[in-house]
């Protein structure tokens, strides 16, 4: 079975610093990983995916997540905050069938 | 800008009513899938079309059933409503790459179903 864990429900950051926003997954087999996010009123954005390539995985708007196997981890980080990153974001496996397995969300807030 | 497009964007429905909400996907994506998004949680998986057959199905009732049209449209029907129907109702499309490939899926802005 497939499922992913955020670690956090609400994270809170200045503008300027980094942000860290953790997820844990699992999964039976090789996972594909995604994070989304979700601004108030609109849909869900991809900003980056993990399919077995390279662990380190650059998304846009400056984010990147780096998979760890041996911690079942998928964590995504940003150098530096900007008040537009305040969001929802949700940390996804893929499952059988192309299902999606959402976290609960992790809503950042930027404090200027 | 989101190639996705969901109707109505908010709805208010009586308890044991029907409800269709649509979606519109972009041109060539052939799997579309809806997803309900309770308030303060995470989207759940309700079912998947391929070339206009349902192919996977999460753990959600029969009163939710839907469509897929030739021409990449989609509908999402729910019958019976109760009060725990109301949620965000999310589509979502991916291109024939699968959501694996190319860029995931491609959602809407979700259609918000208040059940009263």
């Known amino acids: 079975a497939q499922s992913v864990t955020q670690l956090d429900s609400h994270v809170s950051v200045s503008e300027g610093t980094p942000v860290l926003l953790r997820c844990n997954y699992s999964?039976?087999?090789?996972?594909?990983l995604f994070w989304y996010v979700q601004h108030p009123n609109k849909g869900l954005q991809l900003l980056l995916k993990?399919?077995?390539?390279?662990?380190l995985v650059k998304g846009i708007n400056g984010f990147e997540a780096e998979f760890k196997k041996s911690e079942t981890s998928f964590h995504l980080t940003k150098p530096s905050a900007h008040m537009s990153d305040a969001a929802e974001y949700f940390c996804?496996?893929?499952?059988?069938?192309?299902?999606?397995?959402f976290g609960s969300g992790t809503k950042l807030n930027v404090k200027p | 800008e989101t190639g996705v497009t969901q109707s109505p964007t908010h709805l208010i429905k009586t308890r044991g009513q029907q409800v269709t909400l649509r979606c519109s996907s972009q041109?060539?994506?052939?799997?579309v899938s809806w997803y309900q998004q309770a308030l303060g949680q995470g989207p759940q998986f309700i079912f998947q079309?391929?070339?206009?057959?349902?192919?996977g199905r999460g753990n959600f009732p029969p009163r939710f059933s839907g469509l897929q049209f030739p021409n990449y449209s989609s509908e999402l029907n729910v019958n019976a409503l109760e009060l725990d129907d109301s949620a965000l109702y999310l589509c979502?499309?991916?291109?024939?790459?699968?959501?694996?490939?190319?860029?995931?899926?491609?959602f809407g802005s979700g259609t918000r179903l208040t059940v009263v």
């Open positions: 979502a499309s991916s291109s024939p790459l699968g959501p694996q490939g190319g860029y995931g899926y491609t």
């Open positions: 999964s039976s087999y090789s996972p594909s």
């Open positions: 993990y399919t077995s390539a390279a662990t």
């Open positions: 996804v496996v893929r499952g059988d069938f192309n299902k999606f397995y």
């Open positions: 041109s060539g994506h052939n799997t």
């Open positions: 079309y391929y070339r206009e057959e349902e192919n």
